[in-house]
């Protein structure tokens, strides 16, 4: 329901208003994530990763758009294909190494050399 709701907002207030508004609210919840991790606060750490699902949700919404308005007709398809591969790449990519980043550092801290 959120990108339906953040859609009529980006036709609304435009693309740049809204880019920025996804862009703060998901620094808010990788700033949100960092504090749960010093603190090793469990509560913290899943209420940031809703806080970044949702910037991330809004981001999307807002990259469709400008990948509407910058393609043509007949090139639109491709974009929008390779913009969701560029995202569920880098989610992918996220699976793999975090586990492996935390092996090494055991802990919830980037190992230090």
């Known amino acids: 329901m959120l990108p339906f709701f953040y ?23 990788q700033y949100l994530f960092s504090i749960g991790a010093t603190y090793e606060s469990y509560g913290i750490l899943l209420a940031s990763r809703v806080v970044i699902g949702v910037g991330g949700e809004y981001l999307r919404v807002t990259y469709l758009k400008i990948i509407a308005i910058w393609f043509l007709e007949k090139e ?28 090494i550092s055991n802990d919830f801290f980037w190992p230090t050399m």
Do not use: H, Q, W
């Open 76 to 103: 639109l398809a491709f974009a929008l294909g390779v913009g969701d591969s560029v995202g569920r790449l880098g989610s992918t990519l996220n699976t793999i190494i975090t586990p492996r980043l935390f092996e």
């Open 7 to 29: 859609g009529i907002f980006v036709d609304r207030f435009g693309v740049k208003k809204s880019f920025f508004i996804s862009l703060y609210i998901l620094m808010t919840g």
